[in-house]
């Protein structure tokens, strides 16, 4: 176990953020899609103030943004360090109470409002590794917000650290904070141009060396069935209920395959994730991920079928499908150029920590930029169990990924 010397600000800075409720809604048409972002975003203006970055300014879309100035006369990239402030919609983000368990010792770790909610090594084998380090979890009542407020304490770490040693050599570096990254809003149409960075990374991964390049492909399916309401008590031969033909859509598609409970590794899923409605019309939004194109589309043609199959047996409802691309994998991109890869992984080297590279089961705002024309790798944080009640995070992990990120800077700062 190795302890770096920005573990106690990153647990300070991540305990901070992660009492900030920031949890994005889908259903919101405005950017960012909750107010309460806000309340994180402009601390951090203020604060990125506060250890002298320049040029630092929350844009109309919702995003923090500053310039941490070259040390030295150099051609090198402009090149962005990115975390997203916001939190997930899939469970509680309110009262967020972090608990530090230091010096974990490899047991199981029973969280106190909560007893049935239990991290533990059996559950999650990534624990069993970090034992002696200090862990942060929530209370057993909420997620913990490490994705990705992790990334934005390591980010403001890099960012201090900097600007209090002009002694090392790196050119300009930029700093973005996102919103809405978990609802697939994070990268908003002026953020490319607006963070100017030839390169960027985001700071949204998970084990201690983790480089990733690979990342889903995304679209979204939303089904929306219209029946024809009528009073239950005269309804014969007149009724159409909405949930029953919305039920038979979902029985239809595959179940002991392509979903994400039956899938693993390289296997892309259908994910139904929410359903709502009435008898006279019922919604229901579906997530498809592949890492291949081709099986993204085919998953998309499949929900097309279904529904078209479910709307034969009934001619008087009107069924609809629509798909909304999502993101890209940016492999497509980064395979061309893989210096962004290859220099992030030196720096692991340097520092002692060994990269990988696995394909990664979702998706980070650098898989958009990257389609964008800013080719965004994704480092590690030590987040884990994200999205629950479970979520933990090692803060020497992040502490690792600190140093990773600083000997990057120099790096990137070498090369023309």
């Known amino acids: 176990m190795t302890r770096t010397q920005f573990d106690q600000e990153l647990e300070e800075r991540l305990i901070r ?20 972002q806000f309340d994180l975003l402009n601390l951090l203006a203020e604060e990125l103030k506060e250890i002298g970055a320049q040029e630092v300014r929350l844009t109309d879309y919702g995003a923090v943004l500053a310039t941490i100035p070259a040390t030295i006369e150099t051609n090198a990239p402009v090149i962005g360090f990115l975390a997203h ?51 942060v979890t929530a209370s057993g009542t909420t997620l913990l917000g490490a994705d990705d407020k992790a990334g934005v304490a390591i980010i403001m770490a890099i960012a201090r650290h900097l600007l209090a040693h002009p002694e090392l050599p790196h050119g300009v570096l930029r700093i973005g904070f996102t919103p809405d990254e978990e609802i697939g809003r994070g990268v908003h149409k002026k953020l490319p141009a607006d963070l100017g960075a030839r390169f960027a990374y985001t700071l949204d991964g998970g084990d201690l060396g983790e480089i990733v390049y690979e990342t889903f492909s995304a679209d979204k399916a939303t089904v929306r ?17 909405a949930l029953h033909l919305a039920a038979k859509i979902i029985d239809t598609l595959p179940h002991v395959t392509l979903t994400p409970e039956t899938t693993s590794d390289r296997e892309g899923f259908i994910h139904i994730y929410q359903m709502s409605g009435t008898a006279a019309e019922a919604e ?21 079928q279904v ?39 030196e720096a692991c080297r340097q520092v002692g920590v060994e990269p990988f590279s696995p394909p990664i089961r979702g998706g980070t705002d650098g898989s958009r930029l990257t389609e964008m024309g800013v080719p965004t790798p994704n480092i590690f944080t ?29 790096l990137w700062g070498q090369e023309q």
């Open 284 to 304: 229901l939004n579906f997530i498809l991920r592949d890492f291949e194109m081709e099986h993204l589309e085919a998953q998309g043609r499949l929900i097309q």
């Open 225 to 241: 069935v219209q029946g024809v309401s009528t009073h239950p008590g005269d309804a014969k031969g007149k009724l159409v209920n």
């Open 85 to 135: 402030v916001d939190t997930a919609p899939a469970f509680h983000a309110s009262g967020v109470k972090p608990i530090v368990h230091r010096n974990y010792d490899g047991g199981e770790i029973v969280l106190p409002d909560d007893p049935t909610q239990v991290p533990s090594p059996r559950q999650s084998p990534y624990l069993a590794q970090k034992i002696g380090e200090d862990i």
């Open 17 to 36: 953020y992660c009492k900030i409720d920031t949890q994005a809604d889908e259903k919101s048409t405005t950017s960012p899609s909750t107010a309460i």
């Open 382 to 410: 030590g987040m884990k169990n994200i999205h629950g009640p479970l979520e933990y995070i090692s803060v020497q992990d992040m502490g690792r990924a600190t140093e990773v990120c600083i000997k990057l800077a120099q």
């Open 307 to 345: 529904c078209a199959a479910i709307q034969a047996t009934e001619p008087r409802a009107r069924i609809t499908c629509t798909i909304t691309a999502q993101y890209r994998n940016m492999r497509y991109w980064l395979e061309k150029d893989m210096r962004p890869v290859e220099l992030a992984r």
